[in-house]
C-alpha cells in the first residue's frame, strides 16, 4: 500500500497541488493519504486545500490552526499574524468544511503508526524540537512509530529500548524502518510553509509492502501563492517567509 504522507498544507493550494501530482508522477495515485493536521491557516486557499483532500481516500487528525479557525481555540494563544490569518480563515470558510475540521480527531491509530498532529503527549499543542522533549514524549505512544507535524521541520527522534537513550536525526530521503531498531517519531516537515530554511514544499510517502519510508522536497510557484495572499489582505509577512523557508 501507498501511503501520502502530508503535514501542516496551511491552505497553500500551490504547493499541495505540487506534491499531490509529485506523489502520483513518482508511485502512481495512492490508496491513502495520511494528513497530519494544519490543512488550513495562513495560506490563502482553505477551502480548495480541503475539498482536495476530500477528493482522496484520507485519514487526517486535526491541527491547532484547524481549530482556531472554526472557534474551537481561542486566537489570542497566536501571534499576531497568525492571529489575523485565522480570524480571516474562519470568515471565509464553507459551513460544511467548517463541519468537516470540527469531526477531526486528535488521534489516530493505524498497524504501527499513532497519528497526531503536535505531539502524542499534547496532539495539537506541543512542538516537538528537542531530544529530551522528545524522550519523554515515547511514554505517551503505544505503536512502534508515531508521525507528527507542527513544527514544519523534517526529523526524526528515536528511542532504543535497550539503553533508553534518544537520539535526533535529520530524515533521509529513503528509510527502511525493517532495520530499525527501537521506537520512532516521524515529523516529514510542512507542505505549504516549510520552517527549515528551504522553501520547497516537504512530504514522504510509506510503502507498507517495502516497510520503507520515502521522504521528498518538491519546488512549487511560491510567488504565485505569496501574490494571492497579498490580494486577499493577508499579512505581508506570511507572504515574504515563504520565500525563505522559515
Known amino acids: 500500500m501507498v501511503v501520502g504522507l502530508v503535514a501542516d498544507i496551511h491552505a497553500n493550494l500551490v504547493a499541495f497541488e505540487a506534491v499531490l501530482n509529485h506523489l502520483k508522477q513518482t508511485y502512481g495515485p ?3 493519504l495520511w494528513c497530519l493536521g494544519d490543512i488550513v491557516g495562513y495560506g490563502p486557499d482553505p477551502n480548495d486545500c480541503i475539498d482536495l483532500l476530500r477528493q482522496f481516500n484520507f485519514v487526517a487528525v486535526v491541527g491547532n490552526h484547524d481549530l482556531v479557525a472554526i472557534g474551537l481555540m481561542e486566537p489570542e494563544l497566536f501571534n499576531p499574524d497568525a492571529r489575523a490569518a485565522a480570524i480571516w480563515t474562519g470568515q471565509v470558510l464553507r459551513p460544511d468544511n467548517k463541519l468537516f475540521l470540527q469531526n477531526l480527531p486528535r488521534r489516530v491509530v493505524r498497524d504501527d503508526f499513532t497519528i497526531v498532529h503536535g505531539s502524542p503527549r499534547s496532539e495539537v499543542w506541543e512542538y516537538l524540537l528537542t531530544v529530551s522533549a522528545a524522550c ?3 511514554r505517551h505512544f503505544e ?14 527522534f528515536g528511542f532504543n529500548p535497550d539503553t533508553g537513550n534518544c537520539s535526533r ?6 528509510l527502511d524502518l525493517g532495520k530499525v531498531r527501537g521506537r520512532l517519531i516521524i515529523n516529514p516537515g510542512s507542505v505549504g510553509q516549510p520552517r527549515d530554511r528551504d522553501p520547497r514544499a516537504a512530504y514522504a510517502v510509506i510503502d507498507t509492502e517495502k516497510h520503507t519510508i520515502y521522504h521528498h522536497r518538491v519546488e512549487y510557484n511560491i510567488r504565485q501563492t505569496a501574490e494571492k495572499m497579498l490580494n486577499l489582505g493577508l499579512p505581508e509577512r506570511l507572504a515574504i517567509r515563504l520565500n525563505y523557508g522559515i
Do not use: K
Not at 505503536?143 to 526524526?156: A, D, K, M, W, Y
Not at 536525526?169 to 529513503?174: I, L
Open 30 to 32: 495512492p490508496d491513502v
Open 136 to 138: 519523554e514524549n515515547f
Open 169 to 174: 536525526a535529520d530524515v533521509p530521503p529513503v
Open 143 to 156: 505503536t512502534r512509530f508515531c508521525l507528527v507535524g507542527h513544527s514544519h521541520i523534517p526529523v526524526i
